[in-house]
């Protein structure tokens, strides 16, 4: 089923969006106890954010499991370093999963490739404003886990995770980063039927896959036409067109965050916005739980594409 | 924390079995009021079932509700029901006989399996409102989802604002009114019933014919429109089955094969 949310602050304005997501996740969790992810954009810096895990939540805890976390996490500082970034701190939230703060100004595919070279890396975001935090558990177990509580930033989306056709685990989770772009993630709810095409398509142009996720050919798809000269608004008119199933996702830039139901409408979304907000989930209770007051509320149709810009 | 679900299963999955009765309602004669804000869907329809079947009161106010999902379902008697707030999923199901007021939107599957009584919604509803309705009244002031009606097999929805698509999809017996503009694929494999429509209609689904209003067409949309104080009625079309695809006749399946 899983669930799925996003809020937007309009005119610049910042607030604990950490807090909030993780409100909206919790009130949806019955939607999705696997797993909870947050795409989360703070004021957008000089300096680039890379999360990072080097082993999966439940992968074995053997008897060189912490040793080989800390020498391939050395490893990690040390291709940093010879890409030419310039280490400010590494921090890790769990023993398997890292935030780097680097100054760097290359361009994130050899980068991410490198970094992905590293046995067990997975590159969960790179972004000057994005941050992407995943793991299993529901949204309270998480944002306590990675201390989302306090993340002062502009907008996010999230996701609570009922897995169906891949694995529990971090991979399987949402929100997907569009690598190898700066910036862009997405959530989805639905299934995707032509996923095998586009997974093959856009391997074919150069990209590579974290997961056997349908969700993840999204923002790859998308963060490639954005790449082509689309914009945000054009890319998700066009995969109504170009990605089969049944889905509502959102999807979110340093600037945008955009959402896009399928044609026949199948899976819900309510939205709300005013003056200040735009706030979107799977269930209206998911709103109500960061607006605790009546609000009116409505679904998009089929085949609408929303973008709401900052 | 705020948005946190304080639902607790048991082993078994059973939501909540150690809820009670809160018996927290200011009860005034036949009347009663309670706040919802701080209770569970099932402390919510714990209390409403105690107010209604044990207490006497005919007319229940119910504050915050929150968006909830699942409230009032199953209610099976005459009484008035008022929600000051919006509905989650699958608000007043299965009910038979209420009168209710909604002033605030509902999700998806309001009043599905409705058998009678009348629903007023103030605001939006979600997709799939009154799936599978058997009779009595569903009044949506705002818009409305895709799928409005699925399988509808008797009453009446009354929409003022536009619809989604796939309204009608399967429907059997009743009718829909939509005052507003409607989607794709209207009246998609419907076996009987009406729809009328003031607004554009992207598409009709397979086998949905528009076809002349009669008196009785005028009739009974006035007569709607007279009781729940809508004004005159806008300029509706009509749609109705085109019984090309569904083929019946008087012979019951055992007769057939006789004849064959």
């Known amino acids: 089923m899983c669930g799925i949310a996003g809020i937007i602050y309009k005119n610049s304005r910042t607030a604990d969006i950490g807090t909030q997501m993780t409100a909206m996740l919790q009130s949806m969790k019955h939607r999705g106890p696997d797993s909870t992810g947050f795409a989360l954009f703070g004021p957008k810096a000089d300096q680039i954010v890379i999360r990072f895990t080097l082993a999966d939540a439940n992968d074995k805890r053997d008897f060189g499991f912490n040793e080989r976390l800390e020498r391939n996490r050395i490893e990690i500082e040390s291709r940093l370093a010879k890409t030419g970034a310039t280490v400010d701190r590494v921090e890790g939230d769990t023993d398997y999963a890292y935030r780097a703060v680097v100054d760097y100004d290359g361009a994130l595919k050899p980068l991410a490739d490198y970094l992905e070279d590293v046995a067990g890396c997975e590159v969960l975001s790179i972004g000057h404003a994005l941050e992407i935090v995943k793991d299993l558990g529901d949204a309270q177990t998480v944002a306590d886990q990675y201390h989302l509580a306090g993340f002062d930033g502009t907008h996010a989306i999230g996701h609570v995770r009922m897995a169906t056709e891949s694995d529990v685990d971090i991979s399987g989770a949402h929100p997907y980063w569009a690598y190898p772009f700066n910036d862009v993630a997405v959530v989805h709810n639905g299934q995707l039927t032509n996923y095998f095409q586009w997974k093959r398509r856009l391997e074919r142009s150069g990209h590579r896959f974290q997961s056997e996720c349908d969700s993840e050919i999204i923002a790859v798809y998308l963060a490639q036409k954005m790449e082509e000269g689309l914009t945000l608004d054009e890319a998700m008119h066009e995969s109504l067109d170009e990605l089969d199933g049944v889905f509502t996702y959102m999807c979110v830039t340093a600037d945008a965050l955009g959402v896009a139901k399928d044609e026949m409408a199948a899976k819900p979304l309510v939205l709300f916005e005013n003056d200040e907000i735009v706030a979107m989930a799977s269930e209206e209770i998911a709103i109500r739980a960061i607006l605790d007051h009546e609000i009116d509320t409505y679904d998009p149709y089929e085949s609408q594409v929303l973008v709401f810009n900052r | 924390m705020p948005g946190e679900s304080i639902i607790k299963y048991d082993a078994r999955g059973l939501a909540e079995p150690l809820a009670e009765v809160p018996k927290i309602s200011d009860i005034s004669g036949d009347a009663a009021t309670f706040d919802a804000a701080d209770l569970t869907t099932r402390q919510i329809n714990l209390e409403l079932r105690w107010l209604l079947y044990e207490s006497g009161i005919t007319d229940v106010t119910v504050l915050n509700p929150g968006a909830k999902h699942s409230i009032g379902v199953g209610i099976l008697q005459r009484c008035r029901i008022h929600y000051k707030g919006s509905l989650g999923y699958f608000g007043c199901g299965l009910i038979d006989g209420p009168e209710i007021v909604i002033d605030g939107r509902v999700g998806w599957s ?105 008196a009785d067409d005028h009739e009974f949309l006035q007569r709607k429109f007279s009781i729940y104080a809508l004004g005159t009625p806008p300029t509706f079309r009509k749609f109705v089955c085109g019984k090309a695809l569904w083929n019946y006749d008087n012979l019951e399946p055992s007769e057939k094969k006789l004849v064959l």
């Open chain 2, 110 to 214: 309001v009043c599905e399996n409705m058998m009678s009584g009348v629903v007023e919604i103030r605001k939006n509803a979600g997709s799939l409102t009154g799936a599978a309705l058997r009779g009595g009244d569903i009044v949506v002031h705002g818009a409305v989802g895709a799928r409005t009606g699925i399988d509808q097999k008797g009453g009446t929805i009354l929409v003022l604002g536009n619809a989604g698509m796939n309204n009608a999809f399967m429907m059997q017996r009743g009718r829909q009114i939509y005052c507003g503009d409607v989607g794709h694929g209207l009246g998609d494999s419907m076996y009987d019933g009406a729809i009328y429509v003031a607004g554009k209609v992207a598409s009709l689904g397979i086998d949905c014919v528009e076809a002349d209003l009669g």
